[in-house]
């Protein structure tokens, strides 16, 4: 056994137990987990749609009830 303070960079990287080749790459991006499922991201959208339509028709009737 070596004397840490006289240990070299590629003694520290072999005294890891980590494998040179990991069975699961690096992520590079979102992973599929990160994502909110795909119910919900269509829920959202018909809710969003849904607030904007109501929010329309009021300054509709706001603008309507105004117009003399």
Same mark, same amino acid.
């Given at each position: 056994m070596? #004397?840490?303070n006289? $240990?070299?960079a590629t003694d520290? =990287? #072999? =005294?890891?137990d980590a494998p040179l080749n990991p069975a699961t790459p690096a992520?590079?991006?979102p992973n599929e987990e990160d994502r =909110?499922? $795909?119910?919900f991201t269509v829920r959202? !959208?018909?809710y969003l749609v849904g607030v904007h339509f109501?929010? =329309?028709f009021? !300054? !509709?009737?706001?603008y309507v009830a105004g117009a003399k």
């Amino acid at each position: 056994m070596k #004397d840490a303070n006289k $240990m070299s960079a590629t003694d520290a =990287a #072999d =005294a890891t137990d980590a494998p040179l080749n990991p069975a699961t790459p690096a992520r590079t991006g979102p992973n599929e987990e990160d994502r =909110a499922p $795909m119910t919900f991201t269509v829920r959202v !959208f018909i809710y969003l749609v849904g607030v904007h339509f109501i929010a =329309a028709f009021l !300054f !509709f009737l706001f603008y309507v009830a105004g117009a003399k």
